[in-house]
């Protein structure tokens, strides 16, 4: 019990010493995380003001000092922005903490744990973070708004990574590179077409179509036309339809095609 309790009084210590206060004659300035942080709610803010007047601030926001963000060193709001303007609104002073963060791929991680404890965070999610960091990471977010593709089938055929749980752990982690991306976005191209003649409801159906086809284009390479290969295509519909249904008809079918 004694070690337990030593140990509950070191870390209320660091706490603590981590802990600080924003006042009106305070010299630290907060800044947002352009980006990250989610867009600011005024009605979410409004909320946790009125909330504020009844039960008072029972938590303080999150903040970090780095440099890396637009080559600028300061103060940045990583978790509570709204409750930082709801005390701004109210005039009150600002309790936070102040957390070490190494890099951007440390920033992303623990902005990622914050913000998990009502739901845990989606590949779209650490896409969006990433994005405001790594360029190649902002074309993602791009090429998804235009394609009506899974965003891991996307990323996966942006990278040539072959399976779902690798291009998980890239972005989440920051590593998400996109190479020969013309004739990448070619193959997303001639998928897009490929899905339109498939009867389906959302991104996340048809992942065998879209495994199927990259590896098939990756095979063909030059020697593929998709003129043709589409013509061949809605002469045999009904046959592609069936095909799309059982596992391991679609790679012979696909080969015949493009004959």
């Not at 924003?22 to 005024?42: F, V, W």
């Not at 080559?71 to 936070?96: E, M, S, T, V």
């Not at 990471?137 to 996307?154: A, P, R, S, T």
């Not at 989440?172 to 990448?184: P, R, S, T």
Request: charged share 25%; glycine share 6%.
């Amino acid at each position: 019990m004694d070690k337990k309790l030593t140990e509950l009084k070191n870390h209320l210590q660091y706490l603590l010493k981590k802990l600080g206060w924003i006042t009106d004659t305070s010299k630290i300035k907060l800044h947002y995380l352009a980006g990250i942080n989610r867009a600011i709610n005024p009605g979410q803010v409004t909320k946790l003001a009125n909330s504020l007047m009844k039960l008072g601030n029972v938590r303080p926001i999150t903040v970090c000092e780095i440099d890396f963000i637009n080559g600028k060193k300061g103060f940045y709001i990583i978790d509570g922005q709204h409750l930082f303007n709801a005390l701004l609104r109210l005039g009150w002073d600002i309790p936070y903490v102040m957390i070490d963060v190494k890099d951007k791929q440390d920033l992303v991680e623990k902005i990622a744990l914050l913000n998990s404890s009502s739901k845990s965070w989606t590949m779209q999610d650490y896409v969006t973070a990433w994005a405001s960091l790594v360029p190649d990471y902002v074309k993602l977010n791009h090429y998804f708004q235009v394609y009506d593709i899974e965003m891991g089938v996307l990323a996966a055929i942006l990278s040539e990574t072959a399976a779902s749980g690798s291009i998980t752990r890239r972005i989440k982690y920051g590593e998400f590179v996109i190479v020969n991306e013309e004739e990448n976005i070619s193959i997303v191209n001639g998928l897009t077409d490929i899905l339109k003649v498939i009867p389906r409801m959302n991104r996340f159906e048809n992942k065998y179509v879209c495994n199927e086809y990259v590896n098939f284009r990756r095979t063909e390479g030059c020697s593929y036309n998709h003129t043709d290969f589409m013509q061949n295509l809605q002469k045999n519909k009904q046959k592609f339809i069936l095909a799309t249904q059982e596992q391991d008809r679609l790679s012979d079918m696909f080969r015949k095609l493009s004959k």
